[in-house]
Structure formats: C-alpha cells, structure tokens
C-alpha cells in the first residue's frame, strides 16, 4: 500500500532532549516536506527536500534540521526541544513539486509532540 | 508568512445543500491545491488547479482560478455528513516555487 508512515506518533518529552521524528515514503517520490500544524494557524512548511542531499527552508525552520540521504526517508530532527515546539507534525511527500512540475502531496497520520 | 487565507472560517449548512469556502493569496503563483482534513489527522489532496487553469472538477468538486483576482473558491454540492471536515488551500510561493504555503482552513459541519 503506498504510504507516508511517521514515527512516533505520539510523544511527550521534556524540555532539551534531543529528539528524532522519522518519515518514510514508499512512492518513490521526490519531494518530501515537514509541517507542524497550530489551532488557528493552518499548517507551516519547516524544510523540505527536492531529493536526495537537497534540502531548504520553509517558513518556520527554526529550531529544527533534517537529512535527505535516502529517497525514502526524511527525518525531522529536534537538537533541544522547547515548549514552544509543542505541536502536531505531518510529514508528506509528492513525486515532484516544484519547476515545471506539480503533484499532490501525501501526508502520514501525523504526531502530536508535546515539550514540558 | 500565510499565503492563503480561507473564507469563511467557519461554516455549517444542512446536508443537501452546496458549501463555498474561498481562498485568497497575496502573490503570484504556479499552482493551487485544495486539502481535506477530518479532525486531527492527515491531510487528503483534493484538487490541484494550475494558474493556467480556471476551472477543475472533481465528482461533486468544483475549484475555480481567478489569478487577476488572486483567489480561488471550493464548491461542494449536494454536502453529505461525511463532507464534515477542514478544509485548506495551498500554494506555492512563487519566487520560491517548491516552498508551499498554507491558509488557515475553513471548518465545515453538515448539519443532518
């Protein structure tokens, strides 16, 4: 079944400890993105990847980094969590998006981070 | 920054009847999309319209382009229980074309 799969999908932690969200495709698909999604705010772009080893930023990078060294795998990295990252991410991810060249995107089930 | 903000934020109608939410942006674009999302989870892609485009249809979906307007506008018809959800446009930033910008979502309830 073509998928985004996120992990884990619920998380509480507390403030400073270094964190990892992983994302995993199975579509092949070039362009992965990471969002968080606040009450009242929609969803915000924090990086994505056009492909492998090309990453940039969204609107909200701040205290975030990813990695793009496989296709399939876009991991959102948080070095020192703070409350203010307390949120629900999604992950998502399309064949191509961007030039001449726009797609749907996919998104996973989302996971709800909280930071004490 | 909010590229797209939706109209209205909230809406309720009766099952049956057509629901219109609009999306509008502030700066050029390559292509718009039109998301759901049912409470909490992951978002579903809908319709994507290029700036090319004026009009896209999609079953009971009907998204229109108006590009010298900068906005766009969902139409559901004939609105049933499970059209209950969020809903959320999406473009890109143009002189960034593959940074995508979401609005805020308009919140849709079908009243049986």
Redesign the interface.
């Known amino acids: 079944e073509a998928q985004?799969t996120q992990n884990p999908r619920y998380l509480i932690t507390v403030t400073g400890k270094k964190l990892t969200v992983t994302c995993s495709q199975n579509m092949n698909h070039e362009?992965m993105?990471w969002?968080r999604q606040d009450p009242?705010?929609?969803?915000?772009?924090i990086y994505?990847s056009?492909n492998v080893e090309v990453t940039?930023k969204?609107?909200v990078p701040e205290g975030y980094k990813v990695s793009r060294k496989e296709k399939r795998n876009f991991p959102l990295i948080l070095e020192s969590p703070s409350p203010n990252q307390t949120s629900?991410y999604?992950c998502?991810s399309s064949l191509n998006?961007?030039?001449e060249t726009?797609?749907?995107?996919?998104?996973?089930?989302?996971t709800r981070l909280t930071v004490l | 920054?909010?590229q797209g903000e939706e109209d209205p934020q909230a809406l309720s109608i009766q099952e049956g009847e057509n629901a219109t939410m609009n999306c509008s942006y502030k700066t050029s674009i390559?292509?718009l999309?039109w998301?759901r999302q049912n409470s909490?989870?992951?978002?579903?892609?809908l319709i994507?319209i290029?700036s090319n485009e004026r009009e896209k249809h999609s079953g009971r979906l009907r998204v229109t382009l108006d590009t010298s307007k900068k906005s766009s506008s969902l139409l559901i018809t004939a609105s049933r229980a499970a059209d209950t959800a969020s809903y959320?446009c999406?473009t890109?930033a143009y002189s960034?074309?593959?940074?995508?910008?979401?609005?805020?979502?308009t919140r849709l309830s079908i009243r049986p």
């Open positions: 985004v362009y993105s969002y009242g705010l929609g969803l915000r772009q994505y056009m940039d969204g609107d629900l999604f998502a998006f961007g030039g726009y797609n749907e995107q996919f998104f996973g089930p989302g | 920054s909010q390559n292509n999309q998301y909490g989870r992951g978002l579903v892609h994507l290029r959320f999406a890109d960034s074309a593959s940074k995508i910008i979401f609005g805020s979502g």
